[in-house]
């Protein structure tokens, strides 16, 4: 008796419900174990009870349910508002060192001289930088994105234009040589290679590659070669605990984050004495 040829609908049929139970067993498994074992296992870490742990495993609620999702209400960090437009950068360069002197003479001159030069460890020497440096840091006191006991309430009460007019003004002043020596200042050969030349095996840049004189850095740099001791290291503290964060990209945070605290000390000592 010759066989009988198998039906290949019946065939196709029987493979066709063979894969549809595959995947759906798959499918089952995933959605029992992903939604219903795991935030079991989970819901203890984030202090939830199971189905609530299962409606945010499954989406249907906010969050994770490994983790409790706190909400923040805490206030944004303040950052630099400054902004180099075209209008920014006309102002400064328009603006006459007259115009600030006035201003400077009746709001500025008892901390930071009349030329410039700061008479107090503790408060910044203005000659020898830049308009834009000084604007900047004005304007960061102005807007709250840096913070002082003595300047903030100052620069609050000055316009955008004042604050152009008393950056230009100090700006003028070329750094005066006081004496200190020169370039080859005695000192540690480890800080002075950093400063000059950084440290690589860090991520450290060389601090000459930024802030002294015709260095090229970003235009809000400041300088800081012959710079108040006692300030400059106040400032890299500052940076290393983030208590300061008016510093554009984080760059000098994560710099000073790097630094020890001999390594501070010693900075600071060398760029108060090296002068150009």
């Known amino acids: 008796m ?17 894969a549809t139970s595959a995947v759906g067993g798959f499918a089952l498994l995933g959605a029992t174990l992903g939604f219903l074992v795991l935030p079991q ?4 870490n984030a202090g ?46 328009r603006t006459k060192p007259q115009e600030g002197a006035q201003l400077a003479g009746a709001v500025c001159v008892s901390c930071h001289g009349e030329n410039g030069v700061s008479q107090t460890l503790e408060i910044p020497s203005l000659s020898g930088q830049s308009s834009a440096a000084i604007y900047k840091q004005l304007h960061d006191y102005r807007s709250g994105a840096r913070s002082n006991p003595q300047m903030s309430p100052v620069a609050a009460t000055l316009t955008v234009d004042q604050l152009a007019s008393v950056a230009v003004y100090y ?22 290679e950093l400063a000059r030349e950084g440290d690589s095996s860090r991520q450290l840049p060389a601090c000459d590659s930024c802030h002294v004189p015709g260095a090229g850095g970003p235009i809000e740099t400041p300088v800081i070669t012959g710079q108040n001791q006692a300030y400059l290291a106040a400032q890299l503290r500052a940076f290393k605990a983030g208590e300061r964060q008016n510093d554009v990209y984080r ?22 004495g090296v002068l150009f």
């Open 48 to 93: 939830l009870d199971l189905w609530t742990a299962i409606c945010r495993a499954a989406g249907i609620t906010e969050g994770s349910p490994a983790y409790r999702q706190t909400v923040s209400r805490a206030d944004a960090m303040p950052v630099s508002q400054v902004a180099w437009s075209p209008d920014v950068l006309s102002t400064l360069a």
């Open 2 to 18: 010759a066989d009988v040829p198998t039906d290949p609908g019946k065939r196709d049929r029987r493979w066709r419900l063979m």
């Open 171 to 192: 700006g003028r002043f070329a750094r005066e040589r006081t004496g200190l020596g020169g370039r080859d200042l005695p000192g540690e050969v480890e800080i002075v």
């Open 41 to 44: 296992f989970q819901r203890a």
């Open 251 to 272: 760059r000098m945070r994560a710099i000073a984050g790097k630094l020890d605290e001999h390594e501070i000390d010693e900075l600071a000592r060398y760029y108060r």
